[in-house]
């Protein structure tokens, strides 16, 4: 059974950093293909970051580009989410996924496997 769960979110306020965690388990693919996530209230689900298990691919979304740091501990099963300079609008539901095989690794890939979130927010 497939298990991400997310961890570090916190209420902070606007310029400070926070890093998220997510542990996984499960996943049983040499490659595997992970991202960061995000929901504001009232907002679709955006992607903000996405990495390979090989770390050739790590994209980010343009809004968050030059803030957000993707990472991985592959020995640890573990991913994270580096959020510097945090703005009021980086408040949001996080969520981390996960895809088994990276040969389409991207934003847009259709991840198979959620945790339940991590609330961010950030106050001005």
């Known amino acids: 059974q497939v298990q991400l769960v997310e961890s570090g979110g916190d209420s902070v306020q606007a310029g400070g950093s926070l890093k998220l965690s997510c542990a996984f388990s499960g996943l049983t693919a040499n490659r595997k293909c992970m991202a960061w996530f995000r929901q504001a209230p009232e907002k679709q689900r955006e992607g903000v970051a996405v990495?390979?298990?090989?770390?050739?691919?790590?994209n980010y979304a343009w809004s968050v580009e030059g803030r957000f740091t993707i990472l991985q501990d592959n020995a640890k099963n573990a991913l994270y989410l580096q959020i510097d300079n945090l703005k009021p609008e980086d408040t949001a539901m996080y969520y981390c996924?996960?895809?088994?095989?990276?040969?389409?690794?991207?934003?847009?890939?259709?991840?198979?496997?959620w945790g339940q979130g991590t609330r961010v927010t950030v106050s001005s």
């Open positions: 990495i390979s298990t090989t770390g050739a691919v790590k």
């Open positions: 996924a996960a895809m088994e095989g990276d040969a389409l690794c991207r934003l847009a890939s259709p991840f198979h496997y």
